[in-house]
């Protein structure tokens, strides 16, 4: 009866008053399943300070979503500015031409299609080069044919670079 009334303040944490603490106490001296239950209490309660304040684990979590969050925004506004500055700074380096092209869009269309069809013809006697070549290849040449093919090849290779130099430049050439 005694035994059950000690091991209830033990269980509920109960307030006690002075006479019932010396009560307590008296009681624990002599009851090895009391005193265990009240050194279990003091653990707990020991534990439960340390334990992270009420709260703690969602103010953590909302922290670490804030941090996601910011985190998200700075890789967005990063991949924005570096985005905005890449068509800035195509914007400033295309706007000569495309100002030229508004200047004259007749000049620059035909200068385009010449460029395409010299593109397209280049290629076609490229393309017909390389077929004679096979062609002749299983033939064994002399040396000195492998380098006029070898010099014709340089040679050709020389002209189309300088030819597409200058049409790439003839039109920025035209607009000043
Ligand atoms: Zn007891």
Not at 13 to 41: M, V, Y
Not at 90 to 99: K, M, Q, S, T
Not at 113 to 125: C, H, N, P
Not at 132 to 156: E, R, T
């Amino acid at each position: 009866m005694k035994r059950q009334h000690f091991e209830d303040w033990l269980l509920n944490d109960k307030k006690l008053n002075e006479a019932e603490q010396r009560e307590l106490d008296s009681h624990l001296r002599t009851c090895s399943s009391c005193a265990a239950l009240a050194e279990t209490g003091f653990a707990l309660r020991a534990a439960r300070m340390i334990s992270p304040a009420p709260g703690f684990t969602s103010r953590f979590k909302i922290r670490l979503a804030a941090q996601k969050i910011a985190e998200r925004r700075r890789k967005f506004w990063g991949a924005f500015l570096l985005i905005l500055t890449g068509a800035i700074l195509f914007a400033w380096l295309a706007a000569p031409y495309v100002y030229a092209f508004l200047l004259s869009p007749a000049e620059w269309i035909t200068a385009a299609i010449g460029y395409f069809l010299f593109t397209v013809t280049s290629l076609q006697i490229f393309a017909e080069m390389i077929s004679v070549f096979l062609k002749v290849i299983p033939d064994i040449l002399p040396p000195y044919a492998w380098m006029v093919i070898a010099s014709a090849l340089a040679g050709f290779s020389l002209l189309w670079t300088i030819s597409i130099w200058r049409f790439s430049r003839a039109p920025q050439g035209a607009s000043l």
